[in-house]
């Protein structure tokens, strides 16, 4: 279904999620696919597209016109958005899954988090979430630094529950949350404390519950290194960092591990 309330846009990328949120605006959209240029005058301009082309996306839009992006991707964005110019750019975490290209999604609701966990914050939050919850799923706007804070417990997830699955062949994400479940909470905890200290962020109640929840629902995500400069890379370049200044490794277990499995 689709609300008149939904805020037409520009949709970057022909993917599931790309074809999920222009199915909910009922038409409305114009869909640019990779390689093409944007050509409308307003609107959000939604990215779904996958990290390593972000570059060619912002170069295909037009100067006025990119302080309209909507980033939707997994990961550290900030460092690059910054170095672009894009650093106050509308961004969302994405909580719901799409299965097939052309399926309705499935909203990222956990028995921690009932009310749901996708977010957004920026000059276009309103518009998305109205998208999101008019077609029937959760969205929540977030002011600047609420939004930090979960877009690093997102970011210590996907980076925590991938490096445990590598160390055990590659195993689903409910299999690290089920079998090795003492392993992704050590490295969950290091993570939180760690990035607390780094990055100045404060984090809610809860936060390892909150992220062994959310594997569970969506237990059957197989598990990999990848993407490397957008995830785990973020605290391997902290780690770097601190001891080539002297100091202690502030993930040194995440360390070992990302060696263990050859990602560094």
Not at 137 to 145: I, K, N, P, Q, W
Request: hydrophobic content about 40%; glycine content about 12%.
């Amino acid at each position: 279904m689709s609300s008149n309330t939904v805020v037409p846009a520009t949709i970057v990328g022909g993917g599931r999620v790309g074809q999920a949120l222009s199915d909910m605006s009922g038409g409305l959209d114009t869909v640019v696919r990779r390689g093409e240029s944007v050509e409308t005058a307003e609107g959000p301009i939604y990215v779904c597209t996958r990290n390593d082309v972000l570059g060619d996306v912002v170069a295909g839009t037009p100067q006025g016109r990119r302080s309209d992006l909507v980033f939707l991707q997994n990961g550290m964005l900030q460092p690059w958005l910054e170095e672009q110019g894009l650093g106050d750019c509308t961004q969302a975490l994405i909580y719901f899954a799409v299965a097939k290209l052309g399926e309705a999604p499935t909203d990222g609701i956990t028995d921690v988090n009932p009310e749901g966990l996708t977010a957004v914050t920026g000059k276009w939050a309103d518009a998305f979430a109205e998208r999101l919850t008019s077609n029937g799923l959760t969205c929540h706007v977030l002011d600047a630094e609420s939004f930090r804070g979960s877009m690093f417990e997102k970011l210590i997830w996907i980076s925590a529950f991938m490096l445990v699955g590598a160390r055990h062949e590659g195993c689903t994400v409910g299999e690290v949350e089920s079998t090795y479940n003492s392993e992704v909470k050590t490295l969950i905890e290091e993570l939180l404390v760690g990035t607390a200290a780094e990055a100045g962020v404060t984090f809610q109640e809860g936060a390892v519950e909150r992220l062994c929840a959310y594997a569970r629902s969506v237990a059957h995500f197989p598990t990999a290194v990848k993407e490397f400069e957008w995830r785990n890379g973020w605290f391997h370049g902290a780690s770097t960092k601190a001891l080539s200044a002297g100091n202690p490794d502030p993930f040194p277990t995440h360390s070992a591990w990302l060696k263990e499995v050859g990602a560094i």
